[in-house]
Each structure stands twice: as structure tokens, then as C-alpha cells.
């Protein structure tokens, strides 16, 4: 490796350390609103289970690429009082190449649904989990370590900071409602808010220092209605704010028998600096229903000045299982 590329990942490494960490923002969290919100585990109702893998690569043209996996699992459960709950399991890792930072995170969650009058249902939830932070300080260089006029690295550093730095984790509490509304003629709508990291824990990769996570909040709705009389469109609305940044995606997904088109304008309405967009990106996506799962694939393509980026690629598959209480099976609403 070459000097200059050394000097980048120190830069790169510091910058982590000292500044507040966003969430992963994936996508597809308009058709798998469980990356979002508790509030939607076990959504689907009547005892079944959802299950599914969510695997993004953001900017793979460059040198800092990142991956982020995301699994999910939850059940519901009817009650005889017109009532239901679910639980759910979540877990994510996210890998920035450039740093090899890693990030590593697993939630439980607990939904229970309140059946109201006029057709709706309340569905407050409440996630607790557990993080890991990992920066790899055992494989880090720093300045002092490097030779500037014959290029060598020293194996040894009398620096403070390779000494004073440590992985981090922490305790994470988030929660969330989501209120639903089936009308009809398969007319169905929902909206719903979400708080994660309410106990705002402390993120600091240098050890007596505090670096309070911020919250991050997210709003969002939908309106799915019937088409043609065989095809249903479902329109799609998601406000996310953490700290200062925050984005709105506005989308559509259109589903042809099995087949499924969506498309997602992503926006910053903040525009923090001189060199932001309001547009940052529009996202594609194409997915199959096949038996009880769903293929689902999604590019965004970059409409900013970043430069070339090779956009960012997602790719998802979805489980559910067959409604046994239901007169008929019937469809996802989602």
C-alpha cells in the first residue's frame, strides 16, 4: 500500500472517531417498513410469520464502499378479544472498506395491536438491543508510523492516540406506533413514527470522551388501492431526520399479477452546505413473488456532483407464511 493511500485511511479513521455516526439508511425500507419501525412486526397478522435478507452496496466505484446486511424475523399471534402481538428479531452489519470500520447490531421487539372502530388498528411497539462499534485499532497506522522520505512504516507508535482509543458498545432502546386503516374495495392505508436510540448512548471511540448517538426519527405513510380491477399501485412517503441531516423519499410501486415496478425520488430537504442537492438520487426497483416470497432489486442512480459512484445496489428476499386462519390466503399488504 502505498503512502498516500496510509495517509487517507489515518484521515479517514479520525474523521469516524470524531464525528456522530448516521444509521444506515437502506433503500428498500418503503416495501420492508421493519427496518424502520418495530411497529411493523408482525404487520401481516393472523399467527404468521415474515422473514427476510436485505444486502446494499453504496458506491462501489470507490474507495469507500460500504456494505450493510440486514436480517428480520417476527411472528404475530391472534388473541381471542379481537386483539393481537407479535415479536420480532432483527440484526445488522455494516463494513465501510476504507477504514475497515464494522459496525454490528442485534434487536428484539415486541408489537402489540389494538383493534379500534371504523376499521382501524393501533400498533404501538417498543425494540431493545445491543451494538458493537469496531475500528480494527490493532491494525491502525498512524502519522508517526510513517517514513515520508524513504516510505517505510514503523511497526511502533509513541502516539497517545493508538493507546487511548477502544472499540465501542452499547445498550440501544427504540420504539414506535404505526396506525392502519383497511378500507374498501382493498383500499388500505397506514402512516407511522419511529425513535431509535432514545437513551442517546455514547459512542466515543476515544475512551473519556462523550459522543451521544442522535436520535433518529422517521415518519412515514402509505395509500395502496386497487387497479384495472387485477393490479394494485401503493404510494409511498418517508421523512428521516438524525442530528442535523434528515431526507424525504416520495415513491410508487406498481404490482402486475407477481411482478413488481417502484420508483423513488430521494431528497435532501436540509441542504446543509453549498454543494448539497435538493434531488440527491432516483431509485429503481424491480421485484417477482414467487410461492410465498418476494425477489425484490434496486438501483439509485446518483443525480448529484459526487462524482462517478456506481450508484447503490440493494438486493432483498422476503418470506411469509400462509395465512392458516384465513377463509381464503390472501395477498401482502405490502
Same mark, same amino acid.
Given at each position: 500500500?502505498?503512502?498516500?493511500?496510509?495517509?487517507?485511511?489515518?484521515?479517514?479513521?479520525? /474523521?469516524?472517531?470524531?464525528?456522530?455516526? !448516521?444509521?444506515?439508511?437502506? &433503500?428498500?425500507? #418503503?416495501?420492508? @417498513?421493519?427496518?424502520? *419501525?418495530?411497529?411493523?412486526?408482525?404487520?401481516?397478522?393472523?399467527?404468521?410469520?415474515?422473514?427476510?435478507?436485505?444486502?446494499?452496496?453504496?458506491?462501489?466505484?470507490l474507495?469507500?464502499?460500504?456494505?450493510?446486511?440486514?436480517?428480520f424475523?417476527?411472528?404475530?399471534?391472534?388473541s381471542?378479544?379481537?386483539?393481537?402481538?407479535? /415479536?420480532g428479531?432483527?440484526?445488522?452489519? !455494516?463494513?465501510?472498506?476504507? &477504514?475497515?470500520y #464494522?459496525?454490528? @447490531?442485534?434487536?428484539? *421487539?415486541?408489537m402489540?395491536?389494538?383493534?379500534?372502530?371504523?376499521?382501524?388498528?393501533?400498533?404501538?411497539?417498543?425494540?431493545?438491543?445491543f451494538?458493537?462499534?469496531?475500528?480494527?485499532?490493532?491494525?491502525?497506522?498512524l502519522?508517526?508510523?510513517?517514513?515520508i522520505y524513504?516510505?517505510?512504516?514503523?511497526?511502533?507508535?509513541?502516539?497517545?492516540f493508538?493507546?487511548?482509543?477502544e472499540?465501542?458498545?452499547?445498550?440501544d432502546v427504540?420504539?414506535?406506533?404505526v396506525?392502519?386503516?383497511?378500507?374498501?374495495?382493498?383500499?388500505?392505508?397506514?402512516?407511522?413514527?419511529?425513535?431509535?436510540?432514545?437513551n442517546?448512548?455514547?459512542?466515543?471511540?476515544?475512551?473519556?470522551?462523550?459522543?451521544?448517538?442522535?436520535?433518529?426519527?422517521?415518519?412515514?405513510?402509505?395509500?395502496?388501492?386497487?387497479?384495472?380491477?387485477?393490479?394494485?399501485?401503493?404510494m409511498?412517503?418517508?421523512y428521516?431526520?438524525?442530528?442535523?441531516?434528515?431526507?424525504?423519499?416520495?415513491?410508487?410501486?406498481?404490482?402486475?399479477?407477481?411482478?413488481?415496478?417502484?420508483?423513488?425520488?430521494?431528497?435532501n430537504?436540509?441542504?446543509n452546505?453549498?454543494?448539497?442537492h435538493?434531488?440527491?438520487s432516483v431509485?429503481?426497483?424491480?421485484?417477482?413473488?414467487?410461492t410465498?416470497?418476494r425477489?425484490g432489486?434496486?438501483?439509485?442512480?446518483?443525480?448529484?456532483?459526487?462524482?462517478?459512484?456506481?450508484?447503490?445496489?440493494?438486493?432483498?428476499?422476503?418470506?411469509?407464511?400462509?395465512?392458516?386462519?384465513?377463509?381464503?390466503?390472501?395477498?401482502?399488504?405490502?
Amino acid at each position: 500500500m502505498t503512502i498516500k493511500a496510509k495517509f487517507t485511511i489515518i484521515v479517514a479513521v479520525l /474523521f469516524v472517531c470524531i464525528t456522530h455516526a !448516521q444509521d444506515p439508511v437502506f &433503500t428498500q425500507s #418503503n416495501y420492508i @417498513q421493519e427496518t424502520l *419501525n418495530p411497529g411493523f412486526s408482525g404487520f401481516e397478522d393472523n399467527d404468521r410469520i415474515s422473514a427476510g435478507v436485505l444486502s446494499r452496496t453504496q458506491w462501489p466505484n470507490l474507495n469507500l464502499k460500504v456494505s450493510t446486511q440486514y436480517f428480520f424475523i417476527n411472528k404475530s399471534y391472534e388473541s381471542r378479544y379481537s386483539s393481537g402481538h407479535a /415479536f420480532g428479531f432483527n440484526a445488522l452489519w !455494516q463494513n465501510e472498506s476504507a &477504514t475497515n470500520y #464494522n459496525f454490528y @447490531q442485534a434487536n428484539v *421487539n415486541y408489537m402489540h395491536r389494538v383493534n379500534l372502530n371504523g376499521g382501524w388498528f393501533f400498533r404501538p411497539a417498543i425494540e431493545v438491543g445491543f451494538g458493537i462499534k469496531d475500528l480494527r485499532f490493532n491494525s491502525l497506522t498512524l502519522g508517526d508510523q510513517i517514513n515520508i522520505y524513504n516510505g517505510t512504516i514503523n511497526p511502533n507508535s509513541v502516539d497517545p492516540f493508538g493507546s487511548n482509543t477502544e472499540n465501542v458498545a452499547f445498550f440501544d432502546v427504540s420504539s414506535g406506533f404505526v396506525f392502519e386503516k383497511q378500507g374498501y374495495n382493498n383500499q388500505t392505508y397506514w402512516f407511522g413514527f419511529s425513535a431509535k436510540h432514545l437513551n442517546r448512548p455514547n459512542i466515543a471511540f476515544v475512551r473519556d470522551q462523550n459522543v451521544d448517538l442522535d436520535i433518529f426519527y422517521s415518519v412515514h405513510g402509505n395509500y395502496r388501492f386497487p387497479f384495472l380491477n387485477d393490479y394494485r399501485i401503493m404510494m409511498t412517503v418517508n421523512y428521516m431526520q438524525q442530528g442535523e441531516y434528515n431526507r424525504l423519499d416520495i415513491g410508487s410501486l406498481f404490482q402486475v399479477n407477481q411482478f413488481l415496478f417502484g420508483l423513488t425520488a430521494a431528497s435532501n430537504p436540509a441542504q446543509n452546505d453549498d454543494n448539497s442537492h435538493l434531488l440527491t438520487s432516483v431509485n429503481g426497483f424491480l421485484g417477482l413473488e414467487y410461492t410465498n416470497f418476494r425477489f425484490g432489486l434496486s438501483y439509485d442512480a446518483n443525480i448529484s456532483k459526487i462524482g462517478r459512484t456506481n450508484g447503490v445496489y440493494e438486493f432483498s428476499v422476503t418470506y411469509m407464511s400462509r395465512c392458516r386462519n384465513c377463509p381464503t390466503d390472501r395477498s401482502r399488504k405490502r
